[in-house]
C-alpha cells in the first residue's frame, strides 16, 4: 500500500514539474492550420500542404519586403501583383501552417483568382477561378532567390527586420528563429536557386503567366536543366480559369490536352504550388476540388445588346460551337476538350515541346506507393480546345496569352498587336479583355508582352480571322453571355 | 538459492521471446517474398520477376530518388530514361523492371528490359515498343555503372538519402529506421562489393546501348582467370522461338538449347542459380514461341520488294531464311571475317565449367560449347528493327551493311530510337537528343570491327535499293 502512495506521488510530482514546459512546448508541438467557414477564404488563403516542404517562416516571409525592399517594383508584395484585401494579413494565395512555427506558402488560389475593375478609378472586384492576371510568379520567385544572395540575409538583420515589421517574438520563438528558421531559410533557399537558373533562358513571364512542366523537371526531378535544349525550355503559357470542373472531367486537360483526369491534374497542380506526395493535404484540397466542380463564372457586368448578342449566336454555332461547347453554362460540342494537332492549329509550339515523353515516364513516378500515384499523363501533339466560360475574364488569349483582346484574336495574325501590356485588370469594354495598351497606371507599371520572343508568338488560330466586321461585333457580343 | 534459479529462468525466457520476436520481425522486414503474378503473358515478360531481386535487386525508394540526388551521374536530364530505359505511359516501371517485395520492395530487371526495341518517328514522337527486339537503345552497362557511381559519391548517405524520402513517401518511423540503419549502408556496401567485381569491364571496350557480354559469366560466377578477352556482341532479337527451334542460340552460337541460352540470360541480369525463377523463365520462352516479329512501320514499294526477292534468294537465303541449309549454323570467321573477338571469348574451359558448375541444379546445363569460332546464320525475321547490324552492332543501317567494309561508318551514335527509313535502321548521326548524350561507337576499338559479311557489297546500286526494300517485309 505504501508504495502506490509513493508511486502515486511520484507521478503527481512529475505531472507539476512537466507542466510548465509543456504548456510553452505545446504551440511547437500541436501543429496546425486555419480553417476557414466560407470556402472562397479557404480557396484563397488556406494550405493545401505546401508548407511543410516549401513554406517560409512567417515573420521572415513578413520582414523580406522591408528588408530588401530595393529589390521590389513598389512596396510590399502586392507590387508583385498579387492581390491584397482589405483586413487580411497576406495578399490572395498565400496560405499558413504551423510546422513547429507559422510559414507560409502558395495555394490554388494564387494562380487561379484575378481582379477586375470596370473603369481605372473603379475598386477592384476579386473574383475565385478566373486566371490570376496581375501577379508576377516568375518575379516572386526571383525576388525570394535575390533576397538569400543578399549579403544582408543575416540573422542580425533579419531579426531587426522581423521586430520592425511588428513580430514580438516570444522567448522560444527568438531562439528557433535565431538558430533554425533564418538560417535554414537562407541555405534552401540558396539551394533551390541552381535548380531554378534556367528561368533566365525564358523570355520574362509577366503577370499572369506560368511555366508549367519546366519548373517540374527541375524541382520535382533534378534534371540538370542546363543540358535541356532551348526547343523545350520555353513553356510559358496563360493561367487558366478552373470553373464548372464537374463538365470537364474527361476532357484533355492542361493546354496540350496532356492529362484527361480532373482529381491527377489537380494534384499535379499542387506539386506546382509546393506540395509534396507525403505532405498534401487531401482533405483541404478536396474542399476545394467539390467546389470547383460547379462553382461558375459571374456575369458580365455591363449591359448586352440582346438584338446583337442574338445575332452573334449562329456566328458561334456556325464557326466556334464545336470546339469551343454550347454555351458558358453547357460546355459539350464534338472537338471541346480534344487536341488539335500544332499543325492545324498553328500557334507557337513551345508550350507542346516543353512536356516531353520522357517527363511523362518520370510522372509515372510521382506520389508512388499511394493509389492515386500518377497514370493518365499522355504525350499529345496539339493544344487542347478550351470551354469558354467566363470568357470575359480571360484575356489576354491563347495558350500563351498573346494576344490581348478577343476583337484581335478575330484579326488576321498579322494584324494582331505585335507588343502589348499585361497586368492591367481595368476592363476594355470595346474590344473584350483587358485595357493593354497603356504601359503604366497610378504608379503601377505593366509589363510590356513581346511577341517576336520565343514562346511568345501570336499566330495561329485564324478562326473567325474572315468574318465581316459586323459578324464580329456580333460574335464578340454573344461571347459576353458566356 | 531458488530466487536465482527462477531468475535465471526468467531471463533465459525473456532472451527467447526476444530472438524470436526480433527473428519474425526482421524476417518479415527483410526476407518475406510477396509473390507478384500478372494475369496476362505480355505483363509477365514486361513486368515479372525471373528471380534476381533477392541478390541484385535495388531497394525500391532508393533506387526511386538516386536519379533525383545524383543527375550529373547520367548521360542526361530525364532520370533512368537518359540510360535508353522505357515507361509505357502510366505504368510506375519501367520496360523490364520489376518490383517485388522481399521484405521491402525491390526493384530488379528482367527478360524484358534487354529484349524491348524502342522506336519513334520523330525525336518529340511517343516511342513505340516492339516486345522481343533488342534494346538497342538500353545501356545496361551504363545502368549498372550508375549505380555504383553513386555508391561511391560522398553524398551518398542516409542523412541525403533520407531528406530526399522524406516528401517521397510518408513513412513510418520503423520504415525510416530501417532505410536508414540497414537498407542505405548495406545497399552501399553491396553496390562498393560490385565496383570491385566489375572492375574488369573498366580495362575493355564500353558495351554501349544494346550490348553485352558473356564475360561476367567467367570471371564472376565461374571465377575463371581474367584473359582480357572482348566479348561484346549486340542483344538479340527474341521473337518466333518456334521458328528457331534446333538453331544454336547467342551470336557466336554457345548452346543449341531455347531453355539453356534463356536460363544463363536469367542468370546474367543478377539471379543466382539458387534464386533463379524457372517457372517464371519457362512462362516467358513459351510465348515467345509464337510471338511475331514486328511489321515495318512505313511504307514499302512493293514491286521494288518483289524485284529484291530474286536477290535475296539467290545471294543471301542459303543463310538467312528459315529452312535453308545454313541458317541457324556456324560460319566460320574464316569465311566471314567478321569481328574476331567474339568468337573465341567464351572458351572450351568456360563451357565445361558452365556445364559442370551448373549441373546440381535440377534444371542444368549439358550443351555450353566454346570457342565455337564462328557466327550464326541468323533468320532475319523482323530485320528492320533489329539495327545496328553484325553480331557486334558495329554496321549502323543495312544500307551500311550492302557497302564495302572499308566505306562503312567508322563512328557512329548508339542509342537513339529515331527511325531511319532511308538507311534502314536506326538515326545514328546525332551526338545527343534532348540533352542525352548518346554513346559513340568506335569500329577502331577491341571487338567493335565492321569488317566482314561482304555480300552483298557488290551488288549494283539498284539491286542494293529493291533487296533493302525486300528485307523491309521481313
Known amino acids: 500500500m505504501r508504495h502506490w502512495k509513493t508511486i502515486r506521488n511520484i507521478l503527481l510530482l512529475l505531472a507539476a514539474t512537466s507542466a510548465t514546459p509543456a504548456y510553452y512546448a505545446w504551440p511547437y508541438v500541436a501543429n496546425g492550420v486555419v480553417d476557414f467557414e466560407r470556402i472562397d477564404d479557404h480557396f484563397k488563403y488556406g494550405s493545401i500542404g505546401s508548407e511543410p516542404a516549401n513554406g517560409i517562416p512567417y515573420w521572415i516571409w513578413k520582414a523580406l519586403p522591408e528588408l530588401f525592399a530595393d529589390k521590389l517594383p513598389g512596396k510590399g508584395y502586392a507590387s508583385l501583383g498579387f492581390i491584397q484585401e482589405e483586413g487580411q494579413d497576406r495578399p490572395v494565395g498565400f496560405s499558413n501552417r504551423r510546422v513547429l512555427i507559422d510559414r507560409v506558402s502558395l495555394n490554388c488560389g494564387v494562380c487561379h483568382t484575378g481582379s477586375v475593375r470596370e473603369t481605372a478609378g473603379a475598386a477592384p472586384r476579386i473574383i475565385a477561378g478566373m486566371p490570376a492576371n496581375t501577379m508576377d510568379l516568375a518575379g516572386y520567385t526571383r525576388f525570394l532567390m535575390d533576397c538569400a544572395k543578399d549579403e544582408r540575409f543575416t540573422v542580425d538583420q533579419m531579426m531587426e527586420a522581423i521586430e520592425k515589421v511588428g513580430g514580438k517574438l516570444g522567448f522560444i520563438d527568438r531562439l528557433i528563429y535565431r538558430y533554425a528558421a533564418i538560417p535554414q531559410t537562407k541555405t534552401e533557399l540558396l539551394a533551390r536557386a541552381p535548380r531554378l537558373k534556367f528561368l533566365d533562358r525564358q523570355p520574362d513571364w509577366g503577370p499572369g503567366r506560368v511555366d508549367t512542366f519546366n519548373p517540374y523537371k527541375a524541382l520535382q526531378f533534378n534534371f540538370p536543366m542546363d543540358k535541356l535544349p532551348d526547343e523545350e525550355i520555353i513553356g510559358t503559357v496563360d493561367l487558366p480559369s478552373i470553373w464548372q470542373q464537374r463538365q470537364r472531367e474527361g476532357m484533355q486537360l492542361h493546354w496540350d490536352g496532356d492529362n484527361s483526369s480532373v482529381e491527377e491534374r489537380n494534384k499535379s497542380a499542387a506539386l506546382g504550388a509546393g506540395v509534396t506526395p507525403a505532405t498534401i493535404d487531401l482533405p483541404r484540397i478536396k474542399r476545394i476540388e467539390d467546389w470547383l466542380l460547379d462553382v461558375t463564372p459571374p456575369a458580365y457586368p455591363f449591359p448586352i445588346d440582346p438584338a446583337l448578342a442574338a445575332q452573334g449566336e449562329p456566328v458561334y454555332r456556325e464557326s466556334c460551337a464545336n470546339c469551343h461547347g454550347e454555351s458558358g453554362r453547357k460546355l459539350t460540342g464534338m472537338y471541346v476538350g480534344k487536341v488539335v494537332p500544332v499543325a492545324e492549329i498553328g500557334t507557337d509550339r513551345h508550350r507542346l515541346d516543353s512536356y516531353t515523353y520522357e517527363l511523362l515516364e518520370n510522372q509515372n513516378t510521382l506520389y508512388a506507393g499511394y493509389p492515386w500515384r500518377f497514370k493518365q499523363f499522355r504525350k499529345t501533339n496539339g493544344y487542347a480546345n478550351m470551354p469558354l466560360d467566363g470568357l470575359w475574364l480571360r484575356a489576354p488569349y491563347l495558350h500563351n496569352g498573346s494576344v490581348p483582346t478577343l476583337r484581335d484574336l478575330l484579326n488576321a495574325p498579322e494584324n494582331r498587336p505585335k507588343a502589348f501590356y499585361r497586368g492591367n485588370d481595368v476592363l476594355d469594354r470595346e474590344n473584350m479583355g483587358f485595357v493593354s495598351t497603356v504601359s503604366e497606371l497610378d504608379g503601377r507599371r505593366f509589363f510590356r508582352f513581346d511577341t517576336s520572343l520565343p514562346g511568345n508568338s501570336s499566330a495561329g488560330h485564324t478562326y473567325g480571322i474572315t468574318l465581316k466586321p459586323a459578324e464580329k461585333n456580333a460574335l464578340i457580343e454573344f461571347l459576353k453571355t458566356f | ?474
Open chain 2, 1 to 474: 538459492m531458488k530466487k536465482t534459479k527462477s531468475f535465471w529462468k526468467r531471463l533465459v525466457l525473456i532472451v527467447v521471446v526476444l530472438v524470436v520476436v526480433i527473428g519474425v520481425v526482421g524476417w518479415w522486414h527483410l526476407f518475406r517474398k510477396v509473390p507478384v503474378t500478372f494475369a496476362s503473358d505480355v505483363d509477365h515478360f514486361k513486368y515479372g520477376s525471373i528471380g534476381m531481386e533477392d541478390t541484385g535487386g535495388m531497394p525500391y525508394w532508393l533506387w526511386l530518388v538516386l536519379p533525383r540526388i545524383f543527375p550529373e551521374k547520367l548521360p542526361g536530364p530525364g532520370g533512368y530514361t537518359s540510360l535508353g530505359i522505357v515507361w509505357e505511359e502510366g505504368q510506375e516501371m519501367p520496360v523490364g523492371f520489376t518490383k517485388t517485395t522481399i521484405g521491402f520492395p525491390r526493384v530488379g530487371v528482367n527478360c524484358a528490359a534487354c529484349h524491348t526495341t524502342s522506336v519513334r518517328t520523330t525525336p518529340t514522337d511517343k516511342p513505340e515498343l516492339i516486345l522481343g527486339g533488342p534494346a538497342h537503345h538500353f545501356d545496361i552497362q551504363g545502368y549498372q555503372r550508375f549505380l555504383i557511381a553513386c555508391a561511391k559519391d560522398p553524398n551518398f548517405t542516409a542523412d541525403r538519402i533520407m531528406k530526399e524520402l522524406q516528401y517521397v513517401y510518408n513513412f513510418s518511423l520503423f520504415e525510416k529506421a530501417l532505410y536508414r540503419y540497414v537498407i542505405i549502408p548495406f545497399t552501399k556496401r553491396g553496390l562498393l562489393e560490385q565496383d570491385k567485381q566489375f572492375a574488369w569491364m573498366n580495362l575493355r571496350p564500353d558495351w554501349g546501348p544494346g550490348r553485352t557480354d558473356m564475360n561476367p559469366f567467367k570471371l564472376m560466377v565461374l571465377k575463371l582467370e581474367d584473359d582480357r578477352s572482348v566479348g561484346n556482341t549486340d542483344m538479340m532479337a527474341i521473337w518466333n522461338e518456334r521458328k528457331h527451334e534446333g538453331f544454336l542460340r547467342h551470336t557466336d552460337g554457345l548452346d543449341p538449347m531455347l531453355i539453356e541460352a534463356s536460363i544463363s540470360a536469367a542468370l546474367a541480369t543478377g539471379a543466382t542459380p539458387k534464386t533463379v525463377n524457372v517457372p517464371a523463365v519457362e512462362r516467358v520462352n513459351n510465348w515467345l514461341l509464337d510471338l511475331p516479329s514486328p511489321k515495318y512501320p512505313f511504307p514499302v514499294d512493293a514491286k521494288l520488294a518483289a524485284a529484291g526477292k530474286l536477290i535475296f534468294d539467290r545471294d543471301c537465303a542459303t543463310c538467312h531464311a528459315f529452312g535453308s541449309a545454313r541458317v541457324g549454323k556456324l560460319i566460320p570467321l574464316a569465311e566471314i571475317g567478321t569481328d574476331p573477338n567474339r568468337a573465341n571469348h567464351w572458351t572450351k574451359q568456360a563451357a565445361e565449367e558452365f556445364n559442370r558448375q551448373m549441373d546440381e541444379y535440377s534444371w542444368g546445363f549439358d550443351h555450353f560449347q566454346g570457342s565455337t569460332g564462328g557466327y550464326v546464320a541468323l533468320a532475319l525475321d523482323g530485320v528492320w528493327a533489329r539495327a545496328p547490324y553484325l553480331h557486334n552492332g558495329s554496321v549502323p543501317t543495312l544500307q551500311d551493311l550492302l557497302t564495302p567494309p572499308e566505306s562503312r561508318p567508322k563512328t557512329f551514335y548508339r542509342g537513339n530510337d529515331v527511325y531511319d527509313p532511308i538507311g534502314v535502321g536506326f538515326v545514328t548521326s546525332a551526338p545527343s537528343r534532348g540533352g542525352r548524350d548518346f554513346s559513340k561507337f568506335d569500329t577502331a576499338l577491341p571487338g567493335n570491327s565492321n569488317a566482314g559479311h561482304t555480300t552483298g557489297t557488290a551488288l549494283p546500286p539498284k539491286d542494293k535499293a529493291s533487296l533493302i526494300e525486300y528485307l523491309k517485309t521481313f
